[in-house]
């Protein structure tokens, strides 16, 4: 099982490594234009949310959510914020994480659009100019969910598969639990069956015996 779930694996890497890595985009930003990087993702934007709240808790950072995948408290201009977050290669320094997840298209609800923002301060973002280690951790880290997120969705599918699993044996269950219910009701209907033919038999005799009686009488 844990071969099959490892080629499964290594099938949708492949499938996300001809999707191309992240790169250096700029995007609006508080009405700024904005250092970024991007990654497309073969994965519903719940999936790459979902990977993205995943991945940093693996790191040590323990992200907000309430509900949804992420927390809307903690969006900035649109971009989900996460502070202090440290990534390798940073010497233990820390940066502020801004993503935000967009579908790729209307008809293409299984691709999307990983935005990443980093910055070392208040509105003090990073390129790969200004500040190339930490931009260089920011990239790697963003490229680690092409692997991560097919991991990540493997893991949800296998998740809402037990689930399915659960409740067809619960109605199985529950229908063995009607059948026994059944069963129990026809041996309790058998017995009062005999029990009424035993009663018919007995009166049908008593109502002999009352015919009989009179037919001697009146002879």
Do not use: H
Not at 56 to 77: F, H, Q, R
Not at 135 to 159: C, H, P, R, W
């Amino acid at each position: 099982m844990k071969r099959i779930s490892s080629l499964l694996i290594l099938i949708i890497v492949c499938i996300q490594c001809a999707f191309a890595q992240s790169a250096s985009t700029t995007v609006k930003f508080n009405k700024l234009n904005t250092p970024a990087l991007m990654l497309l993702v073969p994965y519903t934007e719940a999936i790459a949310e979902g990977a993205i709240i995943q991945k940093l808790k693996e790191i040590g950072y323990t992200p907000e959510t309430s509900g949804a995948l992420l927390w809307k408290k903690n969006t900035v201009d649109g971009y989900y914020q996460f502070k202090s977050v440290v990534l390798r290669d940073m010497e233990g320094k820390v940066v502020d994480l801004y993503f935000k997840v967009n579908q790729k298209s209307r008809k293409e609800k299984n691709q999307s659009y990983i935005y990443l923002l980093i910055s070392t301060g208040e509105n003090s973002f990073v390129s790969s100019e200004s500040e190339p280690k930490a931009f260089t951790a920011g990239n790697k880290f963003l490229d680690s969910f092409i692997e991560y997120s097919a991991t990540y969705k493997m893991d949800v599918d296998i998740q809402n598969q037990e689930e399915t699993v659960k409740t067809a044996e619960k109605k199985y269950n529950k229908l063995k639990d009607e059948e026994k219910d059944l069963e129990e009701k026809l041996r309790n209907n058998r017995v009062q069956q005999n029990n009424q033919e035993k009663l018919i038999a007995a009166e049908r005799k008593k109502l002999e015996e009352l015919k009989l009686k009179k037919q001697n009488k009146v002879l």
